[in-house]
């Protein structure tokens, strides 16, 4: 069946650049997702891409997307401790209602 | 609009005991579904809608029963609860944005703990 799969856990300094890698399996993939999840609280989308695209940019986000070897990934500049949270990529195929497949999320801890 | 809301935010069960986890939402949204969330595993769908009256099967749907009477609530019935579905349940709906794509809205969640 389909998987998503990221690294857990990242840590950076306040003010450098994160880089979120997501690998997923399934080649008919429409729809690519970034999720945040605060401590406490249910899941906020940050950004999406489309299978079509390659990279997109949205203020301190840009997503990068590799057809060829399912990668996705997530850059956010000037990281600050606000975007300290658990990030998920997700996916979903065409067809019908847009089911998600949820990467198991990486933590990312800012720090001064 | 207050979104997605989800109650209990907490709930503690002993095996075998059955209860409802309540989810409604005021944004007219079509879809909505029901995940858990467990270390380590993202979250897995558990029972879906596509619409009032219309429920299907997630990933994970063993031990849980859905109904849909209405577009606003989707509650999810734990039949016997069993120390396995300790975990964090989340209840999001969404709806095609713009022509271009699904957002899903998510609720804050309910932590259950089955001993």
């Known amino acids: 069946g389909e998987d998503v799969e990221q690294s857990l856990f990242l840590s950076v300094r306040e003010g450098d650049s994160s880089v979120i890698n997501c690998t997923y399996t399934?080649?008919?993939?429409?729809?690519l997702y970034w999720y945040k999840q605060e401590p406490g609280a249910g899941l906020q989308l940050l950004t999406y891409i489309f299978s079509n695209m390659d990279m997109k940019q949205d203020q301190r986000l840009t997503v990068l997307l590799n057809k060829k070897d399912k990668h996705l990934s997530l850059r956010i500049a000037d990281t600050q401790t606000g975007d300290s949270a658990i990030y998920f990529c997700?996916?979903?195929?065409?067809?019908?209602?847009?089911?998600?497949?949820f990467g198991a999320g990486t933590r990312l801890a800012v720090h001064p | 609009n207050a979104g997605v809301t989800q109650t209990p935010k907490f709930q503690v069960l002993k095996t075998g005991q059955s209860m409802t986890l309540q989810c409604a939402q005021d944004m007219n949204h079509e879809y909505m579904s029901w995940y858990r969330q467990d270390p380590g595993m993202g979250l897995r769908l558990i029972h879906y809608s596509v619409g009032a009256g219309i429920t299907d099967q997630g990933e994970v749907p063993n031990g849980y029963n859905v109904s849909r009477s209405t577009t606003e609530d989707f509650p999810l019935r734990l039949l016997s609860a069993a120390p396995s579905q300790t975990s964090v349940y989340f209840c999001?709906?969404?709806?095609?944005?713009?022509?271009?794509?699904?957002?899903?809205?998510f609720g804050p969640g309910t932590r259950l703990t089955v001993t």
């Open positions: 399934d080649s008919s993939s429409t729809y």
């Open positions: 999001a709906s969404s709806s095609w944005t713009s022509g271009e794509y699904y957002e899903q809205y």
């Open positions: 997700a996916e979903s195929s065409t067809g019908g209602y847009n089911k998600l497949i």
